[in-house]
């Protein structure tokens, strides 16, 4: 059992050799659930854990999907059904991609599949479908700023950390100055079990991302939770990860933007941004290359609004710097 504060819960799995912690906030008058892994994580994981600490599923008052990943959403049909009297929730944002798998894998799943040409298939897409679940109907969403009462000792405060997603969902505990923020902050790599890099860190909205990680260094927080990382137990800890997050965002735009340089005239591809930037960015395995493309396709458009790179018409598109800042269009 990991319980990390009176009534809060840390559910941790192994989820194919990487860290996955959900969240369950237990008060004297109500409960949440953050995230629900994907199809087969309650049954395997979630639901034995309330069993462990004798947690009637039939207390359970919220679900909320802190934003849309299969991982995160893909068991809230199954959680659905184990608990009906539950209300679902997520980012006002991100709800169409959480309601549904097919939301999830043509928004989400799908969003570099057209001009890139990366993104599942129609075989890997059958493969995906059923960790994602079934369609469900949320009952509310939320944009950040409310407070949700557990009871007089658990009263949450809802925080929108977008970088990630764009309704990205995490929330504060104000009487332990910590915070649970999902995946809104992601260091320089996600990583497997062992401390290994596994893939890219998967931002997709810079300004949105690098406004997230000032908001919580602003907030001087003593504790961070995560999903997938280390857990931030004192202030020195958690300003060192906002700060490793945020000199990495920022190193990886200036390595994209000089490999696109490097290329001249003819430019890159998304694809061949994330093969030929890779040494400079990461350790992760080769196979795992193309996930560089949610980071690597942020930062690009990025530099495109800015009036630094410019970007063709026909995909796959390519990425060409402009010679001479000419402003903004």
């Known amino acids: 059992m990991a319980e990390i504060f009176p009534g809060v819960h840390q559910i941790r799995v192994d989820y194919n050799g990487r860290p996955l912690k959900l969240y369950l906030l237990i008060g004297e008058e109500a409960s949440l659930l953050m995230d629900t892994g994907d199809a087969g994580i309650p049954e395997r994981d979630i639901l034995p854990y309330f069993q462990q600490i004798h947690f009637a599923p039939a207390r359970l008052t919220f679900i909320m999907a802190t934003h849309p990943d299969v991982d995160h959403t893909g068991g809230l049909a199954r959680m659905k059904q184990a608990v009906p009297q539950a209300k679902l929730c997520c980012g006002t944002l991100d709800r169409e991609q959480c309601e549904t798998p097919e939301g999830l894998m043509n928004i989400r799943n799908s969003a570099y599949l057209h001009w890139h ?69 992601h260091g320089n790599a996600n990583l497997f079990l062992n401390g290994r890099q596994a893939f890219a860190p ?12 000032a908001q919580l260094q602003a907030m001087k927080l003593d504790q961070v939770f995560s999903c997938h990382w280390s857990d931030c137990v004192n202030n020195a800890a958690v300003h060192a990860w906002m700060e490793q997050s945020r000199q990495y965002a920022l190193a990886a735009e200036r390595i994209i933007f000089e490999t696109v340089k490097a290329a001249g005239a003819t430019g890159l591809t998304l694809k061949e941004t994330c093969l030929q930037a890779k040494a400079q960015l990461g350790t992760w395995p080769v196979e795992k290359d193309m996930a560089t493309a949610q980071m690597a396709c942020g930062h690009l458009q990025r530099l495109v609004e800015m009036g630094r790179v410019r970007v063709s018409e026909t995909p796959p598109v390519r990425y060409v710097v402009e010679e001479k800042w000419r402003g903004l269009k």
């Open 202 to 213: 998967t931002y997709m909205h810079i300004d949105a991302y690098l406004g997230t990680i």
């Open 117 to 185: 040409q990366i993104g599942p298939d129609a075989a890997a897409r059958q493969k995906i479908l059923p960790r994602c679940g079934g369609p469900v109907a949320l009952d509310f969403t939320l944009n950040g700023g409310e407070v949700l009462r557990l009871g007089e000792s658990l009263q949450l405060q809802i925080l929108h950390l977008p970088g990630h997603s764009r309704g990205h969902l995490g929330i504060f505990l104000p009487g332990h100055n910590a915070a649970i923020i999902g995946d809104a902050v």
